[in-house]
């Protein structure tokens, strides 16, 4: 890969979200402005680049970070903070990369990232308001049906985390009268993800890993044995890279960019609510998603902040009103909330792949790459940071078997994705809106 293959992106503060403005974001990594040597240089400082490097960090590698933007500038630090348990794909996923003969072993996978994330919070001491429990909500009996027809298909798996719920029990822990029903999950839970992403990142250079931020890469290639990952004032001189930038890495490698469509999703946090308030809303203080195509999520912060959640942006696109584009859904869940002020509203990229697949494989020899984990981020990241750290340490079982599942490219590529995407991202809409 060549400097023609790649083209510079610029750095950017964090954006005006809840998330930067209650975590501590003073902790300032140097922008690269010479050249380093390392064993290992990642690319992206998000979960999937600080799992990884967290992960070879205890094995003992050297290894070196290096972030257009900040830690955590990303996804990690923009999304709505829900660690479920699960795999981006699901068990269709899981058949095709490890075989059905396999499937013992499909519930480690299905708990394996969000156990990383207990552990890591424990081991590191890394304060971002974790909370257990998470609620799937039904709008409809078919939607009810699907819960329960998905929680007989985890059971024959050997997973029995998912409890059925009636309305009844829907509605002491959501203070909302519009699901018929839904399933509990007391292991999944939920997070201040900015504040994960950045306790990582302290645990990580506290093993002696090296983050740069500020630090776009302008090209990736190889001289001889050496991958060369050139910054726009500095150079890593690594035995092996790995390409994490997810939903923002963009056109940075061009033969990615076909692989992967940016789609934003929209969230905003209402002002703290009172003790009476936080009662007729989630008693529970769960996270709650719904069952719809085009899902809404919210859950409690740990100042009493309603955060919610929803809607989708192909190619990154955001709305004009953010707040706009919520507050209706968030009303007709809690009407009670009805005029509530919201203090910060802002919008986060996820890379999803045409068949909602995780891809992983390598460019080239030793230039590795990790992306497309949709709406499972939280806990895949991690399960794959795991897998990617031991693939650079010549482990590569799991890595091969996951390498080997194919992938397609979008309808219309690159050029007709959006419209295509537009196309079913309204018809699925309609079907919602409908209720079937």
């Known amino acids: 890969m060549g400097n023609s293959e790649l083209t510079v992106q610029q750095p950017h503060p964090y954006p ?15 922008s690269l402005t010479d050249s380093v040597e390392t064993d290992i ?24 970070i290096v972030e257009a933007s900040r830690v955590g500038w990303g996804g990690a630090g923009r999304n709505g903070g829900h660690l479920i348990n699960g795999f ?70 050997g997973i029995t985390s998912r409890a059925m719920l009636d309305k009844r029990e829907v509605q002491k822990k959501v203070g909302s009268n519009v699901y018929l029903g839904g399933s509990f999950d007391e292991t999944s839970g939920h997070l201040h993800p900015l504040k994960l992403a950045l306790g990582e990142a302290i645990a990580f250079e506290s093993l002696g890993g090296k983050i740069f931020e500020q630090s776009p890469m302008t090209s990736i290639e190889r001289q001889g044995g050496t991958i060369m990952v050139r910054t726009t004032n500095g150079l890593v001189r690594a035995k092996k890279a790995l390409l994490c930038g997810e939903g923002y890495l963009g ?59 929803g809607g989708v942006g192909y190619d990154g696109a955001t709305p004009a009103d953010i707040e706009a584009t919520l507050r209706k859904n968030m009303e007709k869940v809690f009407p009670q909330l009805k005029g509530i002020q919201v203090d910060y509203a802002w919008s986060g990229n996820m890379a999803i792949t045409s068949n909602r697949y995780v891809q992983v494989g390598e460019l080239e020899p030793n230039v590795y790459f990790a992306h497309g984990f949709g709406g499972h981020g939280v806990n895949n990241t991690h399960t794959f940071g795991r897998i990617m750290a031991d693939a650079l340490v010549e482990k590569l079982d799991e890595y091969n078997a ?35």
């Not at 930067?20 to 140097?30: K, T, V």
């Not at 490097?53 to 070196?64: D, M, R």
């Not at 905003?268 to 085009?294: F, Y």
């Open 16 to 30: 005006d979200s809840y998330y930067a403005a209650s975590a501590d974001i003073s902790n300032l990594h140097p």
């Open 402 to 436: 996951f390498a080997k599942v194919p992938w397609s490219s979008f309808p219309g590529g690159q050029q007709f994705r959006i419209p295509y995407s537009v196309a079913g991202s309204w018809w699925y809409g309609l079907r919602d809106y409908l209720g079937i």
């Open 251 to 309: 056109n940075t490698v061009k033969p990615l960019a076909k692989r992967v469509m940016p789609a934003s999703t929209h969230v905003m946090a209402t002002r703290p609510l009172d003790d009476g308030m936080l009662k007729q809303v989630l008693p529970a203080d769960t996270s709650v998603s719904d069952c719809r195509n085009i899902m809404d999520y919210f859950r409690l912060s740990a100042d009493k902040r309603l955060i919610f959640g």
């Open 41 to 64: 240089c990642i690319i992206g400082a998000g979960y999937t680049g600080l799992s990884t490097g967290l992960f070879l960090a205890e094995k003992g590698c050297k290894v070196v």
């Open 88 to 157: 981006s794909g699901g068990m269709a996923y899981l058949e095709k990369a490890l075989g059905k003969d396999k499937s013992d072993s499909f519930a480690a996978y299905h708990f394996e990232g969000t156990e990383i994330v207990k552990d890591f919070v424990t081991r590191y001491d890394i304060d971002c308001d974790l909370k257990a429990g998470q609620i799937s909500a039904a709008y409809t009996n078919r939607q009810l049906k699907g819960l329960e027809s998905w929680s007989r298909m985890l059971e024959r798996y």
